[in-house]
């Protein structure tokens, strides 16, 4: 297919996707955005230096192969640099979505989907609102001059509707949303989401400004995968390790983060946003035990930091377009479900917060979660609704804290945004968990 | 029928860095453009990235008509082309830059290591229609970010070194990140007080939760913080908050998603401290009888809508040092993840600052939460907005100053 250049490691990654938007101002449609985009990125590889060319124009990539070759310096015996070494050679098709592909659904199946989930929004109380329908499915093909052959596709959906809600004033923006893989899981989620707008209003109409404070605090299988993602998940990723021995000592695997109970896991097979059957560089996706038993256990790897770590691959290679480079990025990222029923879990808590939905959260040396609805939980039962700009922690400290997880789990898709890492925004990861109870955090 | 074409051509090379050493170089050339066709109040658009015939666009614009999508207002017209950087930066000079940089940072900072990209970016904007309209917008920047991390330390990172600008001056970049990089290895004390002067460049999540008050759709529907309150003063009253597309300033286009034009390139929604307007498009304008700002937003192939808009403040203090007396006050450099609630409580932790004398960086601070609300920050508690030309950051950089409660 490409003629790769002697003596340069080569890879070659196309992607076509076919995307959708419907937006709706109030009920009124604002857009029908139906795409199909074809780019492909290029890397060659000389041993010293890495030399990456992104394209739209996917009917020249020979040129542009020929072009990077020509800006590095060929060196015999180059297969067997330990990073080149380390590439996988999978051979591979799975077009598992053709069938049920998003991108054949009729865009009035779509509009009358939305147009039925609108009039739930015909409320006192919601001044405006913004709705829309977003699908995608990617068809992504990888090879490298090792021989890797891969072809694969992904596809998700969503509903998302956000509403200015206002009673008197009391004015807030809530949200409420839904990702799926296929249309038709779409489809008969009325009691969800009118459960949800329910909560949103009664949300903004009694929400009281918190008491700043440090609390234990009950995080929602949402926002348990947001605190894992920014608390920990970004800690895992190895390329802020690479070449740092402070890190790579504080990171020891086998050192304990967490209590007993506490499993974290990576994986990439799991279905949704996160879902990483063969990853951006034709490593083969994988879970990963990040944290067993409270203890470290592994982290996530392109094939440099794998080979740079004399780790093995776990399939975490991943750009966020073919404008992009891979860099090593959670797939799914998930804390294993405990044994307690929530029921038990809220019923031992006197005086604490529960975090039900979020805004955004972010992680460095403090990590921050900024709720959407928080309640208070008062003697064993959660209350009253609390109006919270921040609840932040430490990083090294808060994993430990975690101190009881619930048998009830649930894994979710975000729709629309996605996670950020430096210039590579928004790349779609999978999250969630069971209900998650740690003995402290700073609530503001 | 008729017709309007828009087109943004983003050629760059980028350096990408890890451990103060390039690992890999970077080019792209992408292509966006997308036809609008406009047929008896409907619109319709086609796109996508990629140099594709205008034709095979067009009837995807024509497709989508059938959508349905209202857009009874009429199209902009005139000429306008202007270019920001004839001669910008080129490859091989920014290699050397990097290079150059990468080894004294290696040579003279070895506590160390500095990581991410230096990127040039070259982007040419153009809008056309069939009623006249044809602008034109071209630019081009030299992008420096760099991630610090102290070798000692096993955070994920611990600071920035950035730069932005259309030209670059090494010896001013030297001039004042030898200083800042010097402040990092200097722990110094808080001064004394729960309620010090705060320096900041500008947090997103104030421009978020200001962009979201002064939302013409928000503030129309009783949905904004500032509903009801055009004529009335809000803030301090030397402060001015404009819709500014200054290309200048705010680097990017000078022309909205409907191809407005203001005058001199903004619009003030908040003047010496008093509510003007909010921002509008040409659709929640003529809905609600607002002014219209040219405040339309959207993806080079979306439907013009009411988003986002380009708000910055007017610089209105001179000379940060003067101002403070002999204050000791707080830079922040790093404050990621905090936000407002609702009726606009502010808090966010702060993972870097420095001690500050209004001109020099003296030494590094703990980590610290600071608080406030949007109207004290805004009001009583307001420093000013200033320019800064010490820190060498980039183009026109601000700096915002303010009383804010500290927790330690």
Redesign the interface.
């Known amino acids: 297919m490409f003629e790769f250049p002697k003596n340069l490691y080569t890879d070659v990654r196309i992607e076509e996707a076919h995307t959708t938007k419907i ?1 709706y ?1 109030n009920k ?12 492909a990125f290029v890397r060659v590889f000389d041993g010293e ?9 996917v009917d020249r990539l020979q040129e542009k192969i020929d072009e990077l070759a020509s ?1 590095a310096n060929p060196k015999e015996g180059l297969e067997d640099h330990p990073i080149v070494k380390a590439f996988e050679t999978n051979q591979d098709k799975i077009l598992q979505y053709e069938e049920t592909d998003v991108s054949k659904v009729p ?1 009035h199946k779509k ?1 009358e989907l939305m147009e039925e989930y609108l009039s739930l929004l015909d409320v006192e109380g919601i ?2 609102h913004k709705s829309f329908y977003v699908d995608n499915r990617i068809v992504k093909s990888f090879y490298s001059s090792k021989g890797a052959a891969v072809t694969f596709d992904k596809q998700t959906c969503g509903i998302r509707m956000d509403m ?3 009673f008197g004033k ?4 809530v949200g409420v949303s839904r990702g799926a893989v296929h249309f038709e899981e779409l489809a008969g989620l009325q009691e969800y989401f009118q459960t949800e707008i329910d909560k949103n209003l009664d949300y ?1 109409k009694n ?1 009281e ?1 918190v008491e ?1 404070g440090t609390y234990p605090v009950l995080l929602s299988p949402t926002a348990t995968g947001v605190f894992t993602h920014e608390s920990f998940g ?2 895992s990723e190895s ?2 390790m ?6 790579a ?3 020891k695997l086998g050192k304990r983060i967490g209590q007993k109970h506490l499993n974290i896991v990576d994986d990439g097979n799991v279905r949704g946003n996160g879902y990483v059957p063969y990853d951006d560089e034709g490593t083969k996706g994988k879970k990963t035990r990040i944290i067993t038993d409270g203890e470290l256990t592994g982290r996530l790897h392109s094939t440099l930091t794998a080979a740079l770590m004399e780790e093995g691959l776990t399939g975490n290679a991943r750009a966020v377009d073919f ?1 992009y ?1 891979p860099i090593v990025r959670m797939s799914t990222t998930y804390i294993e479900k405990g044994d307690t029923p929530l029921d038990e879990m809220i019923a031992n808590v006197r005086n604490g917060v529960f975090i039900d939905t979020i ?12 709720p959407a609805r928080a309640y208070k939980i008062e003697d064993g039962n959660i209350t009253t609704p609390i ?4 609840v ?1 922690g430490n990083v ?1 400290e808060t994993l430990a804290l975690v101190d009881n997880l619930s048998e009830e789990f649930d894994l979710l898709s975000f729709v629309g945004g996605g996670c950020g890492k ?2 590579q925004f928004p790349l779609p990861v999978g999250f969630g968990g069971p209900y998650t109870l740690v003995r402290e955090l ?1 609530v ?1 | 029928m008729k017709k309007e074409t828009v087109s943004i051509r983003t050629k760059e090379t980028t350096a ?1 860095i ?2 103060t050493a ?10 966006k453009k997308a036809v609008r066709v406009y047929d008896e109040g409907k619109l319709g ?1 086609g ?5 594709v015939e205008e034709s095979v666009w067009e009837k995807q614009a024509k497709d ?1 008509l059938e ?4 857009y009874p207002y009429p199209l902009e017209t005139g000429t306008d082309h202007r270019d920001y950087n004839a001669n910008p930066m080129d490859a091989q000079t920014m290699l050397k830059h990097t290079e150059r940089i990468l080894k004294t940072l290696r040579d003279e900072f070895p506590e160390f ?1 500095f990581s ?2 230096v990127t040039i970016r070259e982007t040419t904007t153009t809008m056309r229609n069939s009623e006249g309209l044809d602008l034109s917008y071209h630019d081009g920047r030299f992008e420096l ?1 760099f ?1 610090l ?1 102290e ?7 611990d600071g920035f070194v950035a730069f932005e600008g259309r030209k670059f001056d090494p010896e001013r970049f030297w001039a004042f990140n030898r200083k800042y990089l010097a402040a990092y290895n200097n722990p110094v004390d808080f001064p004394k007080g729960d309620k010090l002067p705060v320096f900041t460049l500008g947090g997103p999540e104030t421009k978020r939760f200001l962009m ?1 008050a002064l939302n013409g ?2 503030y129309a ?5 500032f509903s009801g309150k055009i004529g009335e003063r809000l803030f301090h009253e030397k402060l001015t908050l404009e819709q500014n597309r200054n290309p200048k300033e705010t680097h990017q286009a000078f022309f909205d998603n409907e191809g407005v034009r203001n005058e001199n390139d903004r619009v003030a929604l908040i003047e010496n401290g008093v509510l003007k307007k909010p921002f509008t498009d040409k659709e929640t304008a003529e809905r609600y009888n607002l002014p219209h700002t040219g405040g339309a937003s959207g993806a080079y ?3 013009p ?1 009411l988003r986002t808009a380009p708000l910055r403040f007017k610089t209105d203090s001179e000379d940060i040092k003067k101002t403070l007396k002999g204050e000791p006050a707080i830079l922040v450099v ?1 404050s ?8 606009g ?5 702060v ?1 870097l600052a420095f001690l500050f004398d209004g001109e020099n960086i003296l030494g590094k601070l703990d ?1 610290f ?1 600071m ?1 406030s609300s949007l109207f004290a920050m805004y009001g009583e508690d307001y420093i000013g907005t200033f320019k800064s030309d010490e820190l060498y950051l980039g183009d026109d950089v601000q700096l915002q100053g303010f009383y804010m409660d500290i927790k330690r």
């Open positions: 937006a101002k009124t449609i604002q857009e029908e955005k139906i795409r199909r985009n074809k780019g230096r890495w030399y990456y060319s992104s394209t739209t124009d800006m865009a509009r001044a405006h200015d809600v206002v009391k004015k807030d923006q903004v929400a400004p700043a970004h800690k390329d802020f690479v070449g740092d021995e402070t890190m000592k504080e990171w404008e480079e805004k955004h959260g972010s992680g460095m040396s403090t990590f921050t979660l900024a109006n919270v700009s921040v932040t090294f430096m210039e700073k503001e | 990408r890890r451990n390039v690992e890999a170089v970077r080019t792209k050339d992408i292509v658009i796109g996508s990235i990629g140099d989508n959508a349905g999508i209202e290591t991410e990209s970010g991630i991390k070798k000692k330390s096993a955070n994920l990172f979201r759709e928000n529907t009783n949905s904004s913080l192939d979306g439907v809508s790093v990621s993840g905090g936000d407002f609630t609702a009726e409580t502010y808090a966010a932790p993972q980590e939460t608080r």
